[in-house]
């Protein structure tokens, strides 16, 4: 008998039976002196930073989970003097771009998923991964992102599953181009923070940012619509003052909830 397509067969059926992947030792010490030594640095002192630095971060940032698979994150990294003046100008010439050493920004894209989707299925087609592993890229993905002339299929999708919904569990969005922009800006800042954390990690800082004209900021990367800037990072070596103060965050018991 056919099976029904949906989404739970297809992540069940999509799991090989002879791939295992050992998962390493790591040490609690040195991850946490990495995240915990994080911090955002507004004033950067005059020591360059190796190419070699800012590439292994933009590798750790491609490495981060993306929503799909999809891998929708674009690093920019300027390298014209040029280009980074710009930047600088573009960030409102805030202190942590206008000392920084380098500049990277981190790019969400809404119209890359199709594009991806296809050499995805290519790769999975050419490594003999399970059938509902082809199906999922082949009929989830393009279910999930497309919504249709005038959002017409989106506004269905909110209908149909809002009352499915009412007997179970149902993927409710993405259902408008607002979801899907949500959707890649979530992988887009985890891959930012890989790229942080990859930064310290080699013993520079950095610092994120969304103090930016966007409009500025695509037009300097030739970007158009299809392109939203998720962050811009500054990069380079913490200067004296640049951290304004201790860390301050408000209550634990706020934020944090075992339920
Ligand atoms: C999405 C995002 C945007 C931010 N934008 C700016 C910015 O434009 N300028 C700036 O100086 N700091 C910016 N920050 C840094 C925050 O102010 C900083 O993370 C916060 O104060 C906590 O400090 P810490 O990063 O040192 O822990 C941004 C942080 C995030 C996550």
Known sequence: MKKKLDLTNILEDARPDNYHELALE??????????????????FDQTPVPASV????????????????????????????ERKAALVKACLSQPAAATSQEL????????????????????????????????YYEKLVPLA?????????????????????????VPREPKSFADIRVWTHKSAALASENFMLA??????????????????????????CGAEICMVVSVGKRGQGGVYGPRLRLPREWFAFEI
């Not at 790591?26 to 004033?43: A, G, L, T």
């Not at 119209?111 to 592993?133: H, V």
């Not at 299929?153 to 149909?160: H, M, S």
């Not at 013993?203 to 940012?209: A, R, Y």
Request: glycine content about 8%; some cysteine; proline content about 5%.
């Open 199 to 224: 930064i310290r990690a080699q013993g520079f800082d950095t610092c994120p940012m969304e103090g930016f004209d966007s409009k500025r900021v695509k037009k300097i990367l030739g970007l158009g």
């Open 104 to 135: 990277v920004v981190i790019v969400a894209r809404t119209n890359t998923w199709m594009r991806n989707s296809a050499a995805i299925i290519t790769q999975l087609r050419e490594s003999g991964a399970p059938k509902s592993a082809i199906s």
């Open 54 to 81: 800012i590439r292994n971060a933009i590798d750790a940032g491609l490495i981060a989970p993306t929503s799909s698979n999809l891998q929708q994150t674009e690093f920019y990294w300027a390298r014209s003097p």
């Open 145 to 169: 992102y497309r919504n249709g002339p005038l959002g017409l299929l989106g506004l269905f999708k909110r209908v149909y599953f809002f009352v499915k919904g009412l007997a179970g569990p």
């Open 26 to 43: 790591c040490s609690w010490d040195e991850y946490f002196k990495v995240i915990s030594s994080r911090r955002s640095i507004r004033v």
